[in-house]
């Protein structure tokens, strides 16, 4: 079993970032609801950052909502 860490994100620019384990596979699930449209969690503080449609910042990255709630990540079967 995968101890899953309490924040990840997907950006290899964050500290927060493990190619490894992203690899594997990581699910997110919030208030209840899988969500597959995450790039970073952290579930301690109870929030996810999910990208805002088709929006670019000027760096040309997708732009993110935070999003406050119920975190749970899982490692899919």
């Given at each position: ?52 449609g ?8 997708p ?5 406050k ?9």
């Amino acid at each position: 079993m995968t101890t899953l860490p309490d924040r990840l994100s997907n950006d290899p620019r964050s500290p927060f970032y493990n190619e490894e384990l992203l690899e594997r596979g990581v699910g997110i699930r919030f208030n209840g609801k899988e969500r597959t449209d995450v790039s970073e969690y952290c579930v301690s503080e109870g929030w996810i950052r999910a990208q805002a449609g088709n929006s670019k910042d000027r760096f040309g990255q997708p732009m993110t909502i935070k999003l406050k709630g119920v975190v749970e990540a899982f490692v899919p079967e």
